[in-house]
């Protein structure tokens, strides 16, 4: 073999390392995705998680759901963090795990850095909603009634720390009256169902289309959604702000993580696949039909909502005194 033959064979072997990483990621995926759901199956969040799976099917392949609901998502959100950065692996996570676990638990088991957001799909507006013996008919008539009767009255949550207890929490700051009490429920299904019974007053959940018939069949009344716009599926509803609760701002967006380290070329493909899908007037549309507000996004604007959203509810949490083990 001549000397320049030999040179030529050493400098291709040399590239090989190179090469493997872009060949890598250019037949990515090259097996089935995970897509961790810190939360029940049911939930608002693993709704849009699995619709955005099926649709996943003709760009991404299979992507297979795993439902991790303890500790209030902490759990599945922290084995999505310390997964491999190779984008096989991937959480749908919402603002009560990329935001609220890692500033009210004393040890958070992950911090905000430990992912990188590819795609916030929609927000799901929270709201005020009442029994129907309830005697008011709008925000400021609550906030008159609950003034007036606080040391009687409570309302229910989906839980300890979720997003639906810091939105009532927040509404006892607004309104200075710290004696309302809280009736943390295992999810949101048992304390609507509970609401509509008659059995609390008030919740603080997120609006639902099954929420929305009992609304329209007048067994509850959801006096205002706590979002700075409308719903589109309910343009009737005024939000908190119009009815003159200024600051009462909760909602949960929901979107696709990965873990620190995937590659730019992957984020980029699971982000195109989620624009196209987003695109899709049906796929809109079922997310509106769901109680939800779809949102164009992608991976700048994702890390700048959660950005925003950890600035805006890390004074609200340490001014109501608010912490986890």
Not at 256 to 284: C, D, N, W
Request: charge should be neutral; aromatic fraction near 6%; charged fraction near 20%.
């Amino acid at each position: 073999m001549k000397r320049r033959d030999v040179l030529a064979l050493g400098g291709s072997l040399l590239a090989l390392p190179l090469m493997r990483p872009a060949l890598a990621q250019t037949s990515y995926p090259d097996r089935p995705i995970r897509l961790i759901v810190p939360f029940a199956p049911g939930g608002v969040t693993d709704v849009v998680g699995r619709r955005w799976a099926e649709r996943m099917k003709t760009s991404l392949g299979t992507v297979f759901v795993e439902n991790k609901p303890q500790g209030g998502g902490s759990i599945g959100a922290a084995e999505g963090a310390r997964a491999q950065p190779d984008g096989h692996t991937l959480v749908f996570g919402n603002t009560s795990t990329q935001v609220l676990i890692p500033i009210v638990m004393t040890r958070p088991p992950y911090e905000p850095k430990d992912f990188i957001p590819i795609h916030i799909l929609c927000i799901s507006p929270l709201c005020f909603v009442v029994h129907e013996s309830v005697p008011v008919r709008s925000l400021p008539e609550l906030i008159t009634y609950v003034k007036a009767n606080s040391a009687k009255l409570s309302y229910g949550s989906a839980g300890v720390g979720t997003m639906t207890h810091l939105a009532g929490e927040l509404f006892k700051q607004l309104i200075d009256v710290p004696d309302l009490v809280h009736v943390p429920y295992k999810g949101s299904a048992p304390g609507v169902g509970d609401l509509v019974s008659g059995h609390i007053p008030m919740m603080t959940p997120n609006v639902t289309p099954q929420l929305l018939d009992f609304h329209r069949q007048g067994r509850v009344r959801i006096l205002a959604v706590m979002t700075t716009d409308r719903m589109k599926a309910a343009p009737d509803i005024p939000t908190a702000e119009e009815a003159g609760l200024k600051g009462q701002i909760s909602y949960l967006f929901n979107g696709l993580f990965a873990p620190a380290g995937t590659p730019q070329p992957v984020i980029q493909k699971i982000a195109q696949a989620t624009h196209a899908a987003m695109a899709e007037a049906e796929f809109r549309k079922m997310l509106m039909d769901s109680g939800f507000e779809p949102l164009e996004s992608g991976p700048d604007e994702a890390a700048r909502m959660v950005a925003e959203e950890q600035a805006r509810w890390a004074p609200i949490i340490k001014k109501i005194g608010f912490k986890m083990d």
